[in-house]
């Protein structure tokens, strides 16, 4: 145990989805898997390992932010041996061709965060998801017929919707990357999931746009990003 995870060695299984909102974490426990078996309430981060399709899966909440997101998956990946986290998030889309509600699979994203300085005194504010496991979630989208943007996002400390001018945040980050969704947490998964060894992928749904900054409601962010959910679950049971 922790002082954020109260679960014992071998609840939590070796491949976790996660999410920042304990109610999507309990949503998704409820009404995608079975024999759930509610393993962590410390701090409200719920952690529930069961199965899906038989396989044993955990699903956990991670909170809002880098540093939140990097406590969390350090605990995983380093004490409690997991080997995999899908991050099952939000974000804001940037690019015209991105509605709400549509899946971004995550391949790099840029921050302007501390975070790895911090952490292991080294400047670095890129990182990827695992590439095979990219082309695990790809194919499955492929054969289940979901529908997936992918790109590179921003990692940012701010909620984007409250930044006054967020263009001008999104300029400072290299051209070449093509930013097209803004989010608060891959950073930390994929740096974290590089410093363990082990295997980092992100999915988020759309829920906000600079045409539409009413955005999705918190009960629709809640319970509305099944295609997102379904795709990590099915990507969940084809891993070792």
Known sequence: MTPHNEAKM?????????A????????????????CKLVNTVRGMYCYTGTYKGKEISVMAHGM????????TYELYHIY??????????CGG????????DTILVDKTYTESNYAYSFDNVQCKLAEADQELNKIIENIAKEKNI??????TLCNDCFDVYVPDKFAML?????????????????????????EHKRAACLLTVVDTPRNEEGVS???????????????????????
Do not use: W
């Open 65 to 72: 932010g880098i540093p939140s997101m990097g406590i969390y």
């Open 147 to 152: 529908h997936y943007i992918k790109g590179n």
């Open 10 to 18: 071998g609840e939590i299984a070796k491949t976790v989805l996660m």
């Open 171 to 195: 300029q400072r980050a290299p051209k070449e990357l093509n930013i097209i969704a803004c989010e608060m947490e891959a950073f930390a998964l994929f740096y974290n999931a590089k410093r």
């Open 218 to 240: 918190s009960k629709e962010r809640e319970t509305s990003l099944n295609d997102m959910i379904v795709l990590a679950l099915e990507t969940a049971i084809t891993l070792n």
């Open 20 to 35: 920042g909102d304990p109610l999507r974490v309990k949503y998704i426990a409820e009404n995608f898997m079975e024999n």
């Open 81 to 90: 041996n997991v080997d995999t986290i899908i991050r099952v998030g939000s």
């Open 94 to 101: 940037y690019s015209d061709d991105i509605k709400l509600l």
